[in-house]
């Protein structure tokens, strides 16, 4: 069984500062994928980043970086300089890696809003 | 290229009742999943569609059953609704090619409540 913790239920931030958001994960999967998503209040499920457990550089994306820890079991998402837009619900899930396995376990994620 | 529609935006139905929702999946995609995501809650795997059969399931009862059409779109329907199934439904859609785990788009979901 998969199981996604994320242990900060909100965060506040100042705009323009760094933030990272926490992700820790279990699973006895040989080969899985970690996702964050971003959920704005209209509910849409944004992608933002993904890291495979055998990618050997952690996975970058424009403004985001996930702090891959294999030992530890932690996929953490780094946002630099925070926007305003970045308010809202962010997941960490993952994903076991074969064919046919669309499932996606979620974490009960981070509220992060983002102060002028 | 138009991303995973999802219809209806929300619903409104009484216990006892069913309903059906729908989904578009993004051009190119081929397989559809259904997530229920209750207030407060992170989604939760409900099944899985390709080859408009279902290739996963979560841990939902039977009430909880899905299709596919030949255009890979997708319904759900949710039969003798409990109060507990109000919730946000979303649909997400993939391509059913290695090794593209790391694509998979959501829609803006359904959100039903059941009074």
Same mark, same amino acid.
């Given at each position: 069984a998969q199981k996604i913790t994320?242990?900060?239920?909100?965060?506040?931030?100042?705009?323009?500062?760094?933030?990272?958001?926490?992700?820790?994960?279990?699973?006895?999967?040989?080969?899985?994928?970690?996702?964050?998503?971003?959920?704005?209040?209209?509910?849409?499920?944004?992608?933002?980043?993904?890291?495979?457990?055998?990618?050997?550089?952690?996975?970058?994306?424009?403004?985001?970086?996930?702090?891959?820890?294999?030992?530890?079991?932690?996929?953490?998402?780094?946002?630099?300089?925070?926007?305003?837009?970045?308010?809202?619900?962010?997941?960490?899930?993952?994903?076991?890696?074969?064919?046919?396995?669309?499932?996606?376990?979620?974490?009960?994620?981070?509220?992060?809003?983002?102060?002028? | 290229d138009a991303g995973v529609t999802q219809s209806p935006t929300h619903l409104i139905k009484t216990r006892g009742q069913q309903v059906t929702l729908r989904c578009s999946p993004k051009s190119g995609h081929d397989t559809v999943s259904w997530y229920q995501q209750a207030l407060g809650q992170g989604p939760q795997f409900?099944? $899985?569609?390709?080859?408009?059969?279902? &290739? $996963?399931?979560?841990?939902?009862?039977? &009430?909880?059953?899905?299709?596919q059409f030949p255009n890979y779109s997708s319904e759900l329907n949710v039969n003798a609704l409990l109060l507990g199934d109000s919730a946000l439904y979303l649909c997400a859609s993939s391509p059913n090619k290695a090794p593209t785990y790391n694509e998979q788009f959501f829609g803006p979901g359904t959100r039903l409540t059941v009074l």
């Amino acid at each position: 069984a998969q199981k996604i913790t994320q242990t900060q239920p909100g965060m506040f931030v100042q705009e323009k500062e760094a933030v990272t958001l926490d992700c820790t994960y279990d699973t006895s999967d040989p080969s899985y994928g970690l996702f964050w998503y971003k959920q704005p209040s209209s509910g849409e499920m944004i992608f933002l980043i993904y890291q495979g457990s055998y990618d050997q550089q952690n996975a970058t994306e424009g403004r985001y970086s996930l702090n891959f820890q294999k030992a530890r079991k932690s996929a953490n998402l780094v946002i630099s300089a925070s926007q305003l837009g970045d308010s809202a619900m962010y997941f960490c899930a993952m994903r076991a890696v074969f064919f046919g396995n669309e499932k996606l376990t979620f974490g009960t994620g981070t509220r992060l809003t983002i102060i002028p | 290229d138009a991303g995973v529609t999802q219809s209806p935006t929300h619903l409104i139905k009484t216990r006892g009742q069913q309903v059906t929702l729908r989904c578009s999946p993004k051009s190119g995609h081929d397989t559809v999943s259904w997530y229920q995501q209750a207030l407060g809650q992170g989604p939760q795997f409900i099944f $899985q569609y390709y080859e408009e059969e279902e &290739r $996963q399931r979560g841990n939902f009862p039977d &009430r909880f059953s899905g299709h596919q059409f030949p255009n890979y779109s997708s319904e759900l329907n949710v039969n003798a609704l409990l109060l507990g199934d109000s919730a946000l439904y979303l649909c997400a859609s993939s391509p059913n090619k290695a090794p593209t785990y790391n694509e998979q788009f959501f829609g803006p979901g359904t959100r039903l409540t059941v009074l």
